[in-house]
């Protein structure tokens, strides 16, 4: 089952234009994770933000979480025809002192145009 | 740079046929994970372990699918009968830790049925 939803499901910019790619989800969590992912290829993390923390950065990427509104962005800053990837958000809803179980969205497709 | 390493990376197979996928997390890694990618969505896990004990196996096709680790490092997934519908990526990730952290993911092995 899949429990983060990400919005849109493809985005299609200019290079050097931000990209913004919402997350949404339905139970409460421990943490969110964003991954990149490269056609063909395996998923690259990207940043995690745990549920007592509103808003984190790394480099060009900005990840904010709203945990009243079950959501989360993550903002991708002066975009390079580099950042051309599916990008998935990642939810850990695992019990206290429970195993870590990560569940992925169905990803956004970002495409950056020249 | 340590990586985890997957094999083969892409297999084609015909239905009712066996198929074994093999993963060989970061060093030191104890927890490792096989999630299945079917094309356009995301990755859905089929298998968690910690060492060499299943922690989560809830959503494994166990009619057909099979995953061990039994020296607690490497792992090998295996599909007898290979099914159609068994098309898809499959992933293979590690992490230092159980109860928190980022995923380091493999390559993928790539399987068609036919």
């Known amino acids: 089952s899949q429990q983060g939803e990400e919005d849109p499901q493809a985005l299609s910019i200019q290079e050097g234009e931000n990209a913004t790619m919402n997350c949404s989800y339905k139970t409460s969590i421990n943490n969110l994770q964003w991954y990149r992912q490269n056609s063909g290829r395996g998923l690259v993390h990207l940043i995690l933000i745990r549920s007592n923390e509103r808003e984190k950065h790394s480099g060009r990427l900005r990840v904010t979480l709203d945990t009243s509104k079950k959501s989360s962005s993550l903002l991708i800053t002066a975009s390079r025809a580099a950042d051309t990837a599916s990008y998935f958000c990642?939810?850990?809803?695992?019990?206290?002192?429970?195993?870590?179980?990560?569940?992925f969205g169905q990803g956004t497709r970002l495409t950056i145009n020249p | 740079e340590a990586e985890v390493a997957q094999s083969p990376r892409y297999k084609i197979t015909e239905k009712s046929q066996a198929v074994a996928f093999w993963c060989d997390p970061i060093?030191?890694?104890?927890?490792l994970y096989w999630y299945r990618q079917i094309l356009g969505q995301g990755p859905e896990l089929l298998v968690q372990?910690?060492?060499?004990?299943?922690?989560?196996d809830s959503q494994l096709p166990k009619d057909r699918f099979s995953a061990e680790r039994l020296k607690g490092v490497d792992s090998t997934l295996k599909i007898q009968p290979a099914e159609l519908g068994d098309s898809a990526m499959y992933l293979c990730a590690s992490s230092s830790g159980l109860y928190t952290g980022e995923l380091f993911f493999g390559e993928g092995s790539r399987l068609t049925v036919l």
């Open positions: 372990f910690q060492d060499e004990s299943v922690v989560d």
């Open positions: 060093s030191g890694h104890a927890t």
């Open positions: 990642a939810t850990d809803a695992s019990e206290p002192q429970g195993a870590q179980k990560l569940v």
